[in-house]
């Protein structure tokens, strides 16, 4: 269903709404893959604003000298987004325009973008959409998986806490689930995903989107960890990992409170931090689940 008027002039703006305004943050999408994807709006406004503030000012140089654009560069990137933010922005104060660009694709998604957007509206200060490529969206729309309702879950956390939680909750999401992940560490998530999912949860790995080798299999979690067993993994990949069907069983239906609870630990939580997931994965309150180790004892 399109969000547009059937009435055509609306698909048409006057070049005067596409000027380049003083003191506003352009979030310029990039491509994320084939430079054909770049836009005659993204190659206006990264030829007229003041400067650029991109993640890597190498990668970026170079991408911009293949577009024929000579722009200033600022770095800004996880490691100094607190210092570097807000020297953007007072420059935007002063009157000064800026693209804000990643390495690839749509800009503060996973990236450090977003703090920056967030001090620009702490400031009251204009932040306007360049659109173009995103990932996550283009490995959604070919996952041949459901795309209604979804959620982003971008990298998992690397520490082993944080990850197991984070795993624990992709297992229950009934919405179609997001995933980026590096080639090296591939096998390990398609692994972690086995345990917690089941080899029968619907798996789309989309690799080098866009690019010479892109590649696009749709199967299962099983099946994909069979096909990565034997094949090295290469490129960057997005993982659409479909939903949990709500009258599929979970894996501790059969178990007793304190055997879910004995499971958790099992994968190298502490109680309390298991009897958080069991809590989260029945429903209950933790103190229930508490309760009930306690009585059985």
């Given at each position: 269903m399109t969000e547009f008027s059937e009435t055509t002039e609306e698909y048409f703006v006057p070049d005067e709404k596409n000027k380049l305004e003083k003191g506003v943050l352009y979030l310029v999408a990039t491509p994320i893959g084939n430079l054909s994807d770049v836009s005659d709006r993204c190659r206006k406004v990264l030829s007229g604003v003041d400067f650029v503030a991109a993640e890597d000012t190498r990668n970026s140089g170079l991408f911009l000298s293949r577009l024929g654009i000579k722009r200033p560069l600022v770095s800004y990137h996880e490691h100094n987004k607190a210092s570097v933010g807000p020297r953007i922005t007072e420059r935007l104060k002063n009157g000064e325009n800026c693209a804000l660009i990643s390495d690839a694709g749509t800009p503060a998604i996973s990236d450090p973008g977003e703090d920056l957007v967030r001090l620009c509206a702490e400031d009251g200060l204009r932040v306007v959409p360049v659109p173009g490529c995103c990932a996550a969206v283009c490995a959604l729309t070919v996952s041949a998986l459901?795309?209604?309702?979804?959620?982003?879950?971008?990298?998992?956390?690397?520490?082993?806490?944080?990850?197991?939680?984070?795993?624990?909750?992709?297992?229950?999401?009934?919405?179609?689930?997001?995933?980026?992940?590096?080639?090296?560490?591939?096998?390990?998530?398609?692994?972690?995903?086995?345990?917690?999912?089941?080899?029968?949860?619907?798996?789309?790995?989309?690799?080098?989107?866009?690019?010479?080798?892109?590649?696009?299999?749709?199967?299962?979690?099983?099946?994909?960890?069979?096909?990565?067993?034997?094949?090295?993994?290469?490129?960057?990949?997005?993982?659409?990992?479909?939903?949990?069907?709500?009258?599929?069983?979970?894996?501790?239906?059969?178990?007793?409170?304190?055997?879910?609870?004995?499971?958790?630990?099992?994968?190298?939580?502490?109680?309390?931090?298991?009897?958080?997931?069991?809590?989260?994965?029945?429903?209950?309150?933790?103190?229930?689940?508490?309760?009930?180790?306690?009585?059985?004892k």
């Open positions: 459901p795309t209604g309702r979804f959620v982003f879950e971008g990298f998992l956390p690397s520490t082993p806490r944080e990850r197991r939680e984070r795993l624990a909750s992709v297992a229950n999401e009934e919405r179609t689930v997001i995933l980026y992940e590096a080639p090296h560490r591939l096998r390990r998530t398609l692994d972690e995903l086995l345990e917690v999912c089941g080899a029968e949860r619907p798996l789309s790995l989309c690799r080098e989107l866009t690019k010479l080798n892109e590649d696009v299999r749709r199967g299962t979690v099983g099946s994909t960890v069979e096909y990565y067993n034997v094949n090295e993994p290469r490129g960057e990949y997005v993982l659409v990992l479909g939903g949990k069907s709500p009258a599929s069983e979970h894996f501790w239906d059969n178990m007793t409170v304190s055997d879910h609870v004995d499971y958790y630990i099992g994968q190298g939580m502490s109680q309390k931090d298991a009897i958080k997931a069991a809590a989260h994965d029945r429903g209950v309150p933790k103190n229930e689940v508490y309760a009930e180790i306690v009585k059985n």
